[in-house]
């Protein structure tokens, strides 16, 4: 079972995450989302918000999934693929 962080603990590796960021790639969802929301809960890191047209990944925030998945949640539950790596 998975042990998903608490919030002061997603502050803390956001922070962590924000000043490592080169070494990161991160996902974008392109203007092809349907806006179904399929994708934001299954974010490990909260990354992934309802924006105006589209839902929006914030890519200082997205880690790629490492250390909670072998592939991209998000990625895995978009029925278009419109989540593409940067
Ligand atoms: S790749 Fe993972 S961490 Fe990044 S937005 Fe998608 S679900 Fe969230
Ligand atoms: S799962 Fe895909 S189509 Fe649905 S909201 Fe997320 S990015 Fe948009």
Avoid: W
Avoid at 3 to 9: F, L, M
Avoid at 24 to 29: E, F, L, P, Q, V
Avoid at 46 to 73: F, L, P, R, T
Wanted: hydrophobic share 30%.
């Amino acid at each position: 079972m998975l042990n998903y962080p608490n919030q002061s603990e997603i502050t803390y590796f956001n922070f962590f995450n924000y000043y490592n960021r080169e070494k990161n790639m991160a996902h974008r969802i392109t203007d092809e989302c349907t806006y179904c929301g399929a994708c934001e809960p299954e974010c490990p890191v909260y990354a992934i918000s309802a924006g105006e047209s589209s839902y929006v990944i914030e890519e200082s925030i997205c880690v790629d999934c490492v250390g909670y998945h072998d592939n991209a949640a998000c990625v895995e539950v978009c029925p278009v693929e419109c989540i593409i790596k940067l």
